[in-house]
């Protein structure tokens, strides 16, 4: 994706994972309030990363799953997923079969985590600064602005997108780093993989070879002519 972002784009991108229906029960630090305005949910991710990444280095340096079961229990519950993994389908989601869908969502946002996880052990406490919110919530596209702050002094502004979801809560959909939207970043990719293998065929490389498969996937991204 972005070169030398590496602790924005393990934020943005581990924040979307689906994670198995056991994990979510554990979850309960970071259930989603009713009350939550976007503000507050970014705010509160934030901490979380705090206290539970940033203090827990030295314990997650080599105790990957770990990291990665933290990292669903800071962002899962406040992320529409199902609603992401159709956007990064695009036009594939209307042909895709539900279980199709379920299957590439599953894959394609546990490969993710496992791709961009350990970015975040480069995480220190106050990495990331939320920006005051601006403007009226509208229930469709409401964005919280960030800026996270590198390890090379550089500041990157990490937005996040919300929507209200069916169930009524606040939850974001897309994360745009500098301008560019992971989703639409990912929708050209999985775009060009499926008109170039099938969708069948994407989901069964990112189930069997996971994060190998998407790290592929951008180096041919890359290739093309992707910055």
Known sequence: MLRHL??????????????????AQNASSAQPSSAATPEQVVQGITHDLDTQIADHKAELQNNKPKLVTLINQIFLPHFDTDWASILVLGMHAREATPEQRARFAKAFYTS???????????????????????GELNDKYTVVRTQVSTSDSKNISVNYVFHKAADGQWKAYDVIIEGISYITNYRNQVDAQIKKEGLDKLIQQLETQGDQALKQMEQEDKGHGAK
């Open 6 to 23: 590496a602790i924005a784009t393990a934020i943005a991108l581990g924040s979307v994972v689906i994670a198995a229906p056991a994990f």
């Open 112 to 134: 993710l985590t496992n791709r961009y996880a350990e970015g975040l052990l480069s995480y220190t406490k106050g990495t990331v600064k939320v920006l005051p919110f601006s």
